[in-house]
Nanobody
Framework: QVQLVESGGGLVQAGGSLRLSCAAS????????MGWFRQAPGKEREFVAG????????YYADSVKGRFAISRDNAKNTVYLQMSNLKPEDTAVYYC???????????????????????WGQGTQVTVSL
């Protein structure tokens, strides 16, 4: 089992940047596929970005493609979400999630639905002002 702790959220003006971090406990972090999701008030949780266990595959929601970048450092048990050119509609609580599917690991794809991720952090608030 892995425990996840997000950090790096805050208030930023539109057009600005933030980098979120997600620190994971455990010695097997490198075997987990990782994802970032977000949930705005009154909306469902949505997939933002994901990265495969070895980092060879990444996938982004269309709404953030070209502005956000996901990366991981397995030596530090950490996954990052670099967010640039932020927009007010990016305002949400951002969650880090981990999955440990043997099948997904074997074919090295990125899980994109919340149901595929059994492990979640507590979330970090990102607020983008005009």
């Amino acid at each position: 089992q892995v425990q996840l702790v997000e950090s790096g959220g805050g208030l930023v003006q539109a057009g600005g940047s933030l980098r979120l971090s997600c620190a994971a406990s455990g010695r097997t972090f490198s075997r987990y596929g990782m994802g970032w999701f977000r949930q705005a008030p009154g909306k469902e949780r949505e997939f933002v970005a994901g990265i495969s266990w070895r980092g060879g595959s990444t996938y982004y929601a269309d709404s953030v493609k070209g502005r956000f970048a996901i990366s991981r450092d397995n030596a530090k048990n950490t996954v990052y979400l670099q967010m640039s050119n932020l927009k007010p509609e990016d305002t949400a609580v951002y969650y880090c999630a981990a999955e440990n599917s043997d099948y997904i690991r074997h074919i090295e794809v990125v899980a994109t639905t919340s149901q595929e991720y059994p492990y979640w952090g507590q979330g970090t608030q990102v607020t983008v002002s005009l």
